[in-house]
């Protein structure tokens, strides 16, 4: 049977990365489902996801349906693995903070699955104390980062906060399920 990977989708200008991320750990035989924030969704649709991961994309934590009501456990037991990619300064602070007021951050937070970020950003965003503080304290606790690297940024200069390069990432995740 094919491995799970739940990929937790942010609000980060790299997040057209991550479609072909989906792609590349599709082809190493991993099952995709993504879960969206609603601030990713301002930057791609989910249908886009949908059709990518061949697969159906979550976003919301109360469905008016009957099955999975629990939705967010059922995605944190199916999950071998939770990928945040791109990961936002703003999943490291909640997921730091103990704040679980969406389906992603209720999913990271109910799972037993190794969780692995994948952090974009501004370089002064990523150098904030108080992030890379977040960033300390989740690797303590056992939660991995890969990346961000030195490239160019969204804002047009080049510095740290660029997302890792996707094979790295797909690395990272081999190495991790084995
Ligand atoms: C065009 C645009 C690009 C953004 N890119 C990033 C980014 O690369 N990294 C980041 O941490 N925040 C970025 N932000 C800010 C986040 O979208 C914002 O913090 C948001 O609340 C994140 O929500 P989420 O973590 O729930 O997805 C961006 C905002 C905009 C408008």
Excluded: W
């Amino acid at each position: 049977m094919k491995k799970e990977i739940i990929l937790g989708v942010t609000g980060s200008i790299a997040i057209y990365k991550s479609l072909e991320l989906i792609n590349l750990l599709k082809n190493k035989g991993f099952n995709i489902t993504v879960i969206m924030t609603k601030e990713a969704e301002e930057l791609i649709k989910p249908l886009t996801f949908q059709v990518v991961s061949e697969n159906p994309v979550f976003r919301e934590m109360f469905l008016p349906v009957k099955e999975n009501a629990l939705l967010h456990i059922h995605l944190a037991d199916k999950g071998d693995l939770i990928l945040i990619c791109p990961a936002t300064a703003n999943i490291i602070g909640k997921i730091a903070g103990g704040i679980s007021d969406d389906l992603l951050t209720c999913t990271i937070f109910s799972t037993k699955a190794p969780v692995i970020f994948c952090p974009a950003m501004n370089t002064q965003m990523y150098k904030n104390k108080i992030v890379q503080e977040n960033i300390r304290k989740l690797e303590k606790m056992g939660y991995e980062f890969i990346g961000p690297v030195k490239g160019r940024l969204a804002c047009g200069k080049v510095g740290l906060g660029h997302l890792a390069p996707l094979e790295m990432i797909v690395e990272g995740v081999l190495k991790k399920l084995g």
